[in-house]
């Protein structure tokens, strides 16, 4: 049985949807289900609550929708280009030179990003730290893979080195330690790229985190929402 479902709740860009969001009832989902969460948001201010609301068809995780607000077409389409599923790029260590670039270029938009309501301000800046930090990352990795490309021992002095300017604790020794690892590890081989990604992990866990949270807060002071339906394969279970 094909469900359609209107949501009207936060969405992640990584994440599954909370529970109020999920439709389960009587039936079992089959097969895969592309999870598609929205924003919704009852603003506390009362000027967005009476301003006249303005509707633009967007697409939100491979979806349809309707993006709703108090702002002019314009505005509307700037919010959505700096949502959290629309800015922020695929990084990984193993594609050092494409990310690095994805990431510059998100730095860059963030950085002439006029228009944009003052509510965000808190949400760029804290973007604007995590890429930073990414981009001393992969610039470093890809350092690190240089001296192996030109047949020269590989050291884990600038990886360490960036570690210790981003990070501390226990998340800095957990890098160090995974760092010198990696190193030690043949070029490329799986084990080396499985190394490599646990090793960015680690560093994005402790960096400044993801400030998709802030995204969500904005949009809700601002009385904005994400309107979506989409379908879902249902299999309705036996009494």
């Keep these: 049985m094909i469900q359609k479902r209107i949501y009207q709740t936060k969405y992640s860009k990584h994440r599954a949807p909370s529970k109020q969001a999920t439709f389960v009832s009587r039936h079992t989902l089959r097969g895969h289900v592309l999870i598609v969460v929205l924003f919704s948001t009852i603003s506390l201010s009362s000027w967005a609550a009476a301003a006249p609301q303005k509707e633009i068809h967007v697409t939100l995780l491979g979806q349809p929708c309707l993006l709703q607000g108090p702002f002019d077409e314009s505005t509307l389409k700037l919010i959505h280009s700096f949502g959290p599923a629309q800015l922020y790029p695929t990084l990984s260590p193993l594609e050092y030179s494409r990310s690095r670039e994805e990431a510059k270029s998100t730095l860059a938009k963030l950085r002439n990003s006029g228009g944009l309501p003052a509510l965000f301000d808190r949400y760029k800046e804290k973007l604007i730290r995590r890429l930073d930090a990414q981009v001393a990352f992969l610039e470093g990795f890809e350092e690190t893979r240089a001296p192996q490309a030109a047949k020269k021992p590989p050291s884990a002095n600038l990886l360490t080195q960036i570690g210790r300017r981003y990070l501390q604790g226990q998340g800095l020794k957990s890098f160090e330690t995974l760092t010198h690892k990696l190193i030690a590890t043949k070029s490329m081989s799986p084990a080396y790229r499985e190394l ?14 993801d400030p998709e949270e802030d995204f969500h807060h904005a949009i809700k002071k601002l009385n904005v929402q994400y309107m979506c339906s989409f379908e879902v394969e249902s299999e309705e279970e036996p009494d």
Excluded at 199 to 209: P, S, T
């Design 196 to 209: 490599a990604e646990q090793l960015f992990e680690i560093f994005n866990d402790n960096i400044e985190k």
